[in-house]
């Protein structure tokens, strides 16, 4: 755990980090994965340190997955989008080229991206 005083607010507000552990399982333990992935693509989002960074954090995340691993991806702005069904990660290109598709538009509906 860390604390540290908020930038935000520095009399009032504080901030606190606290890192939490799973329980640890063997590769050959673990079940198949089918991730979707409900991504904010709101006009907001178009800065290169927001969207950019969610671009590059996928991309890292299929290095650490299993060909038996499927991956979705679903975007929200003003309305909800299919980006991806849950496809393999043996499609790597595919998957790739689902992740750039993603572009900055609309306000925010996080609703219409859960549901």
């Known amino acids: 755990m860390e604390g540290a005083p908020s930038k935000f607010g520095k009399e009032y507000y504080k901030l606190i980090k606290i890192g939490i552990a799973g329980q640890k399982i063997d590769d050959s333990q673990r079940r198949d994965a089918n991730l979707v992935f409900v991504v904010d693509v709101s006009g907001s989002m ?21 060909p038996r691993d499927r991956v979705g991806i679903v975007a ?3 309305t909800a989008f299919k980006i991806l069904d849950p496809t393999s ?27």
């Open 76 to 78: 929200y702005g003003s």
């Open 89 to 115: 990660v043996n499609e790597r290109e595919t998957l790739i080229a689902a992740i750039e598709k993603l572009y900055p538009s609309g306000s925010t509906n996080a609703e219409a991206g859960i549901r």
């Open 46 to 66: 178009g800065r290169e340190d927001r969207l950019g960074a969610v671009r590059k954090s996928l991309r890292l995340l299929l290095d650490q997955l299993t």
